[in-house]
């Protein structure tokens, strides 16, 4: 893509209520456009970003054998009368009507809607255990809604929904998840700690954050340090160790405020291990056992044929909110550096030429054809602006490999740059298995 091309409307002039360096910065660089109060366009360099982190989260919900679906963004108000949260969740909900004067709403979760499609078909329990999820709207009238995509009214999820027999396979499936949400959150280049939390209007006993430290979070949280020294990697993808992988990070302390207990903080974590900060929550997982099934009559026959409710968890991932999470964890000095795995741009081209003399745009425009055959997704410059103008634009746009086409570049050798790095000179053979792996 030409960045001549590229519709990337830049705000100069930013609202006061952009208060955090993620809803300055994706104003600033056309990522996103208010629409109303709460609810936001996506344009094309922040649709891109959303769409690799979504495909992140996809790829491993799917490594765990759950099955992509998807239900819609309208719900009927029916089930939601059947599961008793029709009254209890509030003004949190957009209600609607249809023109036949029937009460419909725009879906905040899916709990509700997924336990009607189980019903209707699942009936033993060789069918279980079950994992579904999909990715989609949701919509929640946020008395609030604030930092930009952070705290929006319409957002993007992931929501799963496990389904088992009994609690003890129940917290198998729980442990699946909490597995791919610790891998999921690496890829994305984040550390996100599990705490302990509330469940609030989804209901259950057991519930777990995933939550990132950023100063411009909206949880406070408690932690011992020693939860971000835990490898991933030691543990294995069957129960047991999956179990004992849940023990390590629960048996450390990291709590939500909601949780905190200070003579408790105080006696099970040394000093100096204490972490007292704010983070923002990317993700939230709940074990609720029969809360819906059972008033929905969500029933299955066990092995010796008795009706049982069946057991579920509901799991979900703030696709759109993590963009922001991203930015807040990512973006130092003035300077936003996208992981790789997300970046909206493999690389930029950024050549030094004027109208007058455009030898440095034509070898530019050599090397990006060069590097689109090689299926690297490439951003070139081509805008007469002075570099330094340039250097700064593209500090905030982020793509983590800069090609730097000027004094600096002889022949088929240029200067090549990752963001907050030194440069080298490099071969365009060297570039390219530098941006493959
Ligand atoms: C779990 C999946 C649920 O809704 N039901 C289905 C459960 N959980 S949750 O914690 O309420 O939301 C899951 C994640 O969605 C993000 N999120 C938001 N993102 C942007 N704006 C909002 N207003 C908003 N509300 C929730 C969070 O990342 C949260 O962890």
Redesign the pocket.
């Known amino acids: 893509m030409y960045l001549s091309k590229l519709f990337i409307p830049i705000t100069k002039d930013l609202p006061a209520e952009a208060k955090i360096k993620s809803h300055q910065l994706m104003l600033r660089t056309g990522m996103i456009k208010q629409s109303s109060a709460g609810i936001y366009s996506w344009l094309p360099l922040g649709f891109k970003v959303m769409k690799k982190i979504e495909q992140i989260v996809r790829e491993e919900q799917n490594s765990i054998g759950a099955q992509e679906m998807l239900m819609p963004t309208i719900q009927s108000s029916e089930i939601w009368k059947e599961s008793g949260r029709y009254d209890d969740y509030g003004e949190e909900m957009l209600r609607i009507k249809d023109r036949q004067g029937r009460e419909i709403l725009y879906g905040p ?3 509700e809607l997924i336990t009607d499609v189980f019903r209707s078909s699942v009936k033993s329990y060789k069918s279980l255990p079950q994992l579904l999820y999909h990715i989609q709207w949701k919509f ?1 009238d ?1 008395i609030r809604p604030r930092f930009g ?5 319409e ?1 993007y ?1 992931k ?1 799963a929904y496990s389904f088992d027999v009994s609690d003890e396979e129940a917290k198998k499936s729980y442990n699946k998840m909490f597995f791919s949400y610790l891998k999921t959150f690496n890829r994305l280049g984040l550390k996100a700690i599990p705490m302990a939390a509330d469940t609030g209007p ?1 209901g259950g006993d057991l519930s777990h ?1 995933f939550i990132i430290l950023a100063e411009t979070g909206e949880s406070q949280i408690y932690a011992d340090k020693k939860i971000f020294e835990i490898d991933l990697n030691k543990y294995e993808f069957e129960d047991s160790s999956l179990g004992q992988m849940r023990k390590d990070f629960t048996d450390i302390y990291a709590v939500t405020d909601e949780k905190y207990n200070e003579k408790k903080f105080n006696e099970s974590v040394d000093k100096k291990d204490q972490i007292k900060t704010k983070g923002i ?6 074990y609720f056992g029969d809360k819906y099934s059972k008033p929905m009559s969500c029933t299955i026959d066990d092995k010796s044929g008795k009706k049982i409710s069946v057991k579920m968890g ?5 696709v ?2 993590l963009v922001g999470a991203i930015i807040e964890a990512k973006y130092n000095n003035n300077v936003m550096k996208w992981p790789k795995s997300v970046s909206p741009f493999d690389v930029v081209i950024i050549p030094s030429f004027n109208k007058n003399n455009k030898e440095n745009l034509i070898k530019a425009e050599k090397v990006y054809h060069d590097l689109k055959k090689q299926n690297i997704d490439v951003l070139l410059d081509d805008l007469d602006e002075n570099m330094s103008n340039k250097f700064k634009k593209h500090d905030l746009i982020g793509i983590p490999y800069q090609i730097i086409i000027g004094s600096k570049s002889e022949g088929d050798r240029f200067e090549f740059k990752e963001l907050n790095s030194e440069s080298a000179i490099l071969s365009l053979e060297d570039i390219k298995s530098k941006l493959k792996n």
């Open positions: 979760t899916n709990e929640r946020e995509v952070m705290r929006c009214k957002f999820m929501d989804i954050e929550e990317v993700g939230h997982i709940f509901s799991y979900g991932i703030g759109s909110r």
